[in-house]
């Protein structure tokens, strides 16, 4: 109900003031990728899913174990927000992983396939 509705905004809120908390955000992140749907969630949650990748530290680490892993399953989701939304913040987290070439280079071969099929 609307009590729901006011406590799932308060959480994506709380989320992205925590952005920065790495080791507390990313087991939580992917919570936020069905969230990009609602037509009332969908822009904080948008917003705290862009601090928590952009907020990850040390620079680039957790983004190919944790972050890839949600946006591949976002981009399979069939709601079209969620997948667009997924498919955006690979951006940022392909800019991070430029610091850690190992990482990039485990997540380019699951990436790339899925891309082409969004195509």
């Known amino acids: ?3 729901a509705a006011a406590a799932k905004e308060a959480a994506v809120k709380r989320m992205e003031a925590c952005a920065a908390s790495t080791p507390f955000m990313l087991p ?3 919570q936020l990728l069905p ?3 609602n037509s009332k969630l ?3 949650a ?3 899913a862009h601090a928590i990748v952009q907020g990850v530290q040390p620079f680039g680490h ?3 174990s944790v972050i890839v892993p949600a ?3 976002g981009i399979e989701d069939k709601k079209w927000k969620v997948k667009a939304g997924s498919i955006e913040l690979l951006v940022p987290c392909l800019e991070q992983m ?6 990039m280079a485990e997540s380019l071969p699951q990436i790339v396939p899925m891309l082409a099929a969004c195509a």
Do not use: M, N, Y
């Open 1 to 3: 109900g609307k009590d």
């Open 98 to 103: 430029k610091s850690t070439p190992a990482q």
């Open 28 to 30: 939580r992140f992917a």
């Open 35 to 37: 969230l990009f749907d």
């Open 62 to 64: 957790g983004i190919a």
């Open 42 to 44: 969908g822009p904080p």
């Open 71 to 73: 946006l591949l399953a």
């Open 46 to 48: 948008t917003r705290a």
